[in-house]
Each structure stands twice: as C-alpha cells, then as structure tokens.
C-alpha cells in the first residue's frame, strides 16, 4: 500500500513542498516588513497586499494541481505546478518592486490553472469514458498532455 | 490502482472542480472592481470582502468535504458541495448588491459544514468500530446520511 | 480498499477536525466583534487580523500535515498536528488580549511546520532510495521521528 500510494504523489508532494518554502519566504517578507512598518508603511501596506493576494489562491492551485495529478498523471501536473510558482514568484516581486500606481493586476497565473483544470476535466472524462463505455484512451492522453504542458513555457 | 481511486473520489473532484470556477468568477470580479476603484472605492471595498470572507473559509470548506468523501460516502459529501457552492454564490452576490448596513454577517453556510463535520465523525467512529468490535455499520450509515442529506435542501 | 484507506489517514482526519473546530471558534470570534464593531473598533481590528494570519498559513499547515503523514507515518505527523492547533490557539488568544504595541509577529509554529516539512523530505527521500537502491530505512526513520517528535514538546 505504502509504495504505491508514495509512487503515485511523490512528485506533487516535491512542488507542494516548494511551494509551502514560497509561502515562507513571502511570510518572512512580511514579518520583516511588519517590524518597521513605522518607518516605511508603504512597503508593508504592498509587500502584505501581494502576500494576501498569493495566498487568496493558494488554496484553489493546490486543490487543482492534487485533482489533476489523481485524475490523470502526475508529471505534467507537477510541471505546471512549477511554472506557476515561478510565476508567483515574479509576482511576488514585481508587486514589491513596483510604485502602487503601476501593481499588476489581482490575478496571475490564469493560463496555468485553466491548463490544469483542464487536465482534471480530461481525467474526469476518461474515468466516465472507461466505465461506461469502456473504451481506454488514458495512454493517449497522458502522451498528449505531456506535450501540451511544454506549451506553458511560451512566455 | 489508478481505476480504484479515481472511482472514489471523482464526485468530490467535480464539485471541487465548480468551487475552483467561482473563484475564479470571484477574483475577476475583484479583478474588475479593481480596475475601477478611483471611481467607485466603497464597491471595491465589499467585493473584496466578500471575496475575502468566502476565501477565508475555503480550506476548511475543502477539508471537510474530502474527509467526508473518503471516510464514508462520496455521493451525500458531494451533494452537501454543491449547495455549500449555492449559498456561497448567493452570499457574495447579496453582499455585493447591499449597502454597508446591511451585509450579511461574517459567517454562511454553518449547517452544511456542520453536516459534512458530523459526515466524518460517524466514518472515523464506524471505522473505529470495525476495528475494535469488528461490527460493520457502514451499510445503514451510508443510507441514512443520504437521506439526512436531503434535509439540507430545507431553506 | 476503503478500510485500508481510513486505516492509514483516520489520525489525520481526526485532528483535521480539530482544526475545523478551532476554525468555527475563531471565525465566531470575529463574527461576534463584528457586530459590535462601533462600540470598540479596536478589539474588531485584533481579532480579525488574528483571524486573517491565523487563515493564511491554515493551507500551508494543512498541506505540510498530510504530506508528512502520507509519506511517511501518519502518527507522528499527527501529534505534531495537534501541537501546531495549540500553538495557534495560544497565539490568537495572546493577540486578543494583547494592545496593538505589543501584537505577536506575524508567524508562528515554525519549529513544528519546519518539522512536518522535514519529515515529507525524509519519506520522499526514503521513497526514492527504496526505488532506486532497493534498500529500505522506513522502520528506523519512523521510529526516530516518533521519538522526535516529543521533541516538539520542548518550549
């Protein structure tokens, strides 16, 4: 039981460990800037509003990523998982970085979760396709996903 | 492996797959009234609380559907989904559409977490049972909380 | 496939629970300052920063918990679980009481998440090593990690 449930997610559980390292990192972030609010508070106010935003979606992107990666393979999933967080982490910065005239929007990231979401609606599809007509396209899938996911890395 | 798991828990991914679209229809509504915050700061101001009160209690929300969903039934957890995701909908709208007045509270939803809560208490105590009295109540339990299920629908 | 299931994850799911309840306490906290926001302003602002910190590492914890207790052993995973839930109620009771000078940072429970995280990368790492060398250290490191975890205990 132990080996194949581990088999199954240990990818997953890498890019949810580095995403949890992220949310220490912006948590440190935050915590330093809280200390000297009174000098700076327009670098709190923006550093805090940039970790909020990141965390407001934190849920949903774990939630898509573990379903994705059960429904259908886990590579691809754990793929974009990585790139979405190298994109919160441009986030992150560029929010800190910038005046508060110019931030960057509320959301990020649209184009990888609706990929991943798309790869749980796959999976689902398949499972109902198996049942009830049984007829097994998941190799196929799983190939064409793979090579889909490269298409996240155009910029 | 993969067929087993997937016939268990594909409900809970379909109702988490409808979560995961209304928050992504939450955040572009944040997303729009933010764009427009120098005309109209106060609508601003509630759609992202409301935005922020429904993202507050999404993992919990998560959390206890999928324990639910695993430790006892898939069907009555993912039924108690999908209206928690009604009475959400119709939370932020109303919240949206009032005045500061009369926003409805911090809370929502209390009954259907309450029911999935009790989902998993009766799932592990029967497991408990099954181990330690090795008798199975498992059978009765899972008809009578889909038919306790339908008492949700009660306004 | 359902007995084994609960078998291995119902620790887990028990003190999920725990945190769920300890969730539905904070946020009546709120919901009760909430109502009197006009008359002390002050304490609705604590509480609901409190609340609003306490919310943003909830996902982390969550995620860090059951990949530990996945991956390697669901005990102590648990326990170190349990001990977090203290600590968080320690720290939302200390930022009530607390005036705005003398607030609690922003972070809490490292030791323990940075626990949990470590014991992930020794299940994974333990994974990988019985994939690729064929040689199992599983027993030797739960029990160390058991005995670890009273660790935790240490103020």
Redesign the interface.
Known sequence: ??????????ML??V??I???Q??FF??K??KE??RVNTNPAAFERVSCA??NC??????F???MW?AG??LSQAPASFAGVIYLVVRQKYFVGYMGQTSQSTP???FGKRI?FFL?LM??V??FN??L??FCSSDY?EYVETITSAASALLLLP
Chains 1, 2, 3 share one sequence.
């Open positions: 039981m132990y080996s194949i449930v581990v088999e199954n997610i240990y559980v890498i949810t460990l995403s949890v390292l949310n220490a948590a440190l935050v915590e809280c200390r970790n909020r965390m407001d979606s934190y849920p949903t774990l939630a898509v379903c059960l429904c929007g509320y959301l979760l979401f749980c609606i999976g689902i499972y109902l198996v049942r998941k």
